[in-house]
């Protein structure tokens, strides 16, 4: 057995003293034992238009003092936090990681706080000597209760820091392909529509952006009119803009008020009024993404969806994980002990890595022992992929050999050379695996002179079925994709789930998989050009884009597959 003391205790000192160190306010160098006080903008909507600097500050908070119901979601997803465990009656509830989460928001009896409660919220938080983040829609001095609030803890005697965020008032016009200004129009004025306005104020061609106008956008257009705008002057009206709900319905002053209706449009929502709006037929990028609004399934380890997650994301798609593969250390760990005692003392000419998983259990034993990178000297090391090698490089490490053609085993194979009596002083291969490995690459390799230590560095097993509502919406048709990434994925999900409906878009990452999902009766749509999950995903996104352009060629309304009545699409058994 390898052993090595570390020190843990040290290690979390300058790991605290790294994260919590060095953090500033507005009025001086903070005591990392005393609180701080920060008011963060959080954009309007959109996660990822957080700033960096507010971002640093959630990782660091002690407590979150929330705005809208979304933000406790967002900081989840920011620090990797796990969803809330659901109540079950009768049991205590867990205690949750992360920061503690406050409703800045609304109160006890579910009304919204007035901005005189919400500042008693934040004072009475920040004395409490903690480190304290108000997380506030869009900026927070503009258009928001931030200076009242931000007054509220200066009389208190707090300091405090301002993080600005980006404003709905651009934003929003900027997702839905609306410049506010160009060289020909260059004037800009923003409202808050209500009862005292006086539209005469606004009858030239500058732009306009009215917040919270969308009840009041007839009698507003009427009174623009009559007061000399044109009622052809070009109107659009984005809902819940910057996110993948977003909705965007173009009209004029003269029907914009029916359109809005036949819309159904609500708060919230941001109306832009002048010549801009005609450049969103032009300029349009957010709605008009491949996958936008599509919901695609991601059946797959929860620990490895992230980078699949990321790409589909930035098609426009919204993911939903769901594991049905659960990677757990191997029952017995002596075989991999020894492996690993052998690697250091010299016993493998070669050690081929099939997954990035098995490069993480081998750096996972390695960090047990108290070993790094450097006994890998002399050592040579396979890669199956440019993933793997990826993970590979991460730890340092660069992998000797790749495959030319095909990223597989067989690939993997078709590129290893023959074991040389002449040229290498080991005939023995390391390759850390998973218990359900197939056998084809250790026979290809004992075909080529080499022996083989097949190890299980890891375990596949079936995980939990998801909730109810995730099945019956699988069942059911209401997601738009699912991609599947192995044969294990596809088996696992209909063992854990049931078989996805068939209008929904099936896509997956090679033949293999493709070839198990047709023996569950599921009909393949996209299969990857390359066994690569980027590639899966942006042949996902090549065959939306297909579609969409089809039904805008048509002149049909642009829907989602999940829209399609079932009939539209034959189903697995009628097509073979």
């Given at each position: 057995m390898i052993d090595q003391t570390i020190d843990h205790r040290r290690t979390e000192q300058v790991r605290n003293q790294m994260t919590r160190g060095n953090t500033t306010t507005t009025r001086g160098v903070s005591d990392p034992t005393r609180g701080w006080m920060a008011f963060v903008g959080a954009g309007p909507g959109d996660p990822e238009l957080l700033t960096v600097r507010a971002a640093e500050l959630l990782r660091q908070a002690d407590v979150v003092i929330t705005e809208a119901p979304e933000h406790a979601a967002m900081v989840r997803g920011l620090l990797g936090l796990p969803d809330p465990t659901p109540i079950v009656e009768g049991e205590e509830p867990e205690p949750l990681a992360g920061p503690e989460i406050v409703d800045g928001g609304f109160g006890e009896d579910g009304q919204p706080l007035t901005h005189a409660a919400r500042a008693k919220v934040v004072?009475?938080?920040?004395?409490?000597?903690?480190?304290?983040?108000?997380?506030?829609?869009?900026?927070?001095?503009?258009?928001?209760?931030?200076?009242?609030?931000?007054?509220?803890?200066?009389?208190?005697?707090?300091?405090?820091?301002?993080?600005?965020?980006?404003?709905?008032?651009?934003?929003?016009?900027?997702?839905?392909?609306?410049?506010?200004?160009?060289?020909?129009?260059?004037?800009?004025?923003?409202?808050?529509?209500?009862?005292?306005?006086?539209w005469?104020?606004?009858?030239?061609?500058?732009?306009?952006?009215?917040?919270?106008?969308?009840?009041?956008?007839?009698?507003?257009?009427?009174?623009?009119?009559?007061?000399?705008?044109?009622?052809?002057?070009?109107?659009?009206?984005?809902?819940?803009?910057?996110?993948?709900?977003?909705?965007?319905?173009?009209?004029?002053?003269?029907?914009?008020?029916?359109?809005?209706?036949?819309?159904?449009?609500?708060p919230p929502a941001v109306i832009v009024i002048g010549a801009v709006v005609n450049l969103r037929e032009t300029?349009?990028?957010?709605?008009?993404?491949?996958?936008?609004?599509?919901?695609?399934?991601?059946?797959?380890?929860?620990?490895?969806?992230?980078?699949?997650?990321?790409?589909?994301?930035?098609?426009?798609?919204?993911?939903?994980?769901?594991?049905t593969i659960?990677?757990?250390?191997?029952?017995?760990?002596?075989?991999?002990?020894?492996?690993?005692?052998?690697?250091?003392?010299?016993?493998?000419?070669?050690?081929?890595?099939?997954s990035v998983n098995a490069v993480r259990a081998v750096r996972e034993k390695f960090e047990e022992y108290g070993l790094d990178a450097r006994a890998f000297s002399?050592?040579?090391?396979?890669?199956?992929?440019?993933?793997?090698?990826?993970?590979?490089?991460?730890?340092?490490?660069?992998?000797d050999l790749l495959p030319s053609g095909e990223q597989s085993a067989a690939g993997l194979l078709a590129?290893?050379?023959?074991?040389?009596?002449?040229?290498?002083?080991?005939?023995?291969?390391?390759?850390?695996?998973?218990?359900?490995?197939?056998?084809?690459?250790?026979?290809?390799?004992?075909?080529?002179g080499w022996e083989c230590d097949d190890v299980t560095a890891y375990r596949t097993v079936r995980a939990a079925p998801?909730?109810?509502?995730?099945?019956?919406?699988?069942?059911?048709?209401?997601?738009?994709?699912?991609?599947?990434?192995?044969?294990?994925?596809?088996?696992?999900?209909?063992?854990?789930?049931?078989?996805?409906?068939?209008?929904?878009?099936i896509a997956v990452i090679g033949p293999a998989t493709a070839k198990t999902a047709e023996e569950h009766g599921l009909r393949v749509d996209v299969l990857a050009p390359k066994p690569d999950v980027d590639a899966l995903v942006d042949a996902l996104a090549d065959f939306g884009g297909a579609r969409r352009i089809a039904m805008v060629e048509a002149g049909q309304p642009v829907t989602?597959?999940?829209?399609?009545?079932?009939?539209a699409r034959r189903k697995a058994s009628s097509s073979r």
């Open positions: 004072v009475r938080q920040a004395k409490r000597g903690r480190h304290v983040v108000r997380l506030m829609t869009g900026d927070p001095f503009l258009y928001a209760s931030g200076p009242e609030e931000a007054q509220a803890v200066a009389k208190a005697g707090l300091a405090f820091e301002i993080v600005p965020g980006v404003s709905s008032v651009g934003a929003v016009p900027a997702y839905a392909g609306i410049p506010l200004t160009t060289k020909d129009f260059r004037e800009v004025s923003v409202v808050t529509c209500g009862d005292k306005i006086d005469s104020r606004y009858a030239d061609d500058r732009t306009l952006v009215l917040l919270s106008g969308v009840g009041l956008i007839g009698d507003i257009a009427a009174a623009l009119v009559a007061a000399g705008r044109s009622a052809q002057s070009p109107v659009s009206m984005t809902r819940v803009g910057t996110t993948t709900e977003q909705v965007t319905v173009t009209s004029t002053l003269e029907h914009v008020a029916a359109d809005a209706r036949a819309a159904r449009m609500s300029l349009s990028w957010f709605e008009t993404k491949p996958l936008f609004g599509w919901r695609v399934l991601v059946p797959r380890t929860k620990d490895q969806a992230g980078p699949l997650v990321s790409r589909l994301r930035g098609y426009g798609a919204v993911p939903a994980e769901v594991p659960s990677v757990e250390p191997p029952r017995n760990p002596l075989q991999m002990d020894k492996a690993v005692r052998g690697l250091v003392e010299g016993r493998y000419e070669w050690i081929a890595f099939t002399g050592l040579k090391i396979a890669a199956v992929g440019d993933k793997t090698a990826q993970a590979i490089a991460a730890w340092g490490l660069r992998a590129d290893w050379p023959e074991y040389d009596e002449l040229l290498d002083p080991i005939n023995r291969v390391f390759l850390p695996r998973a218990d359900i490995a197939t056998e084809n690459l250790v026979a290809g390799l004992v075909d080529l998801p909730p109810a509502p995730i099945r019956d919406a699988i069942k059911a048709g209401k997601f738009d994709a699912v991609v599947f990434t192995s044969s294990s994925t596809v088996r696992n999900l209909v063992g854990i789930a049931g078989k996805p409906h068939p209008s929904t878009i989602r597959p999940s829209e399609r009545k079932p009939s």
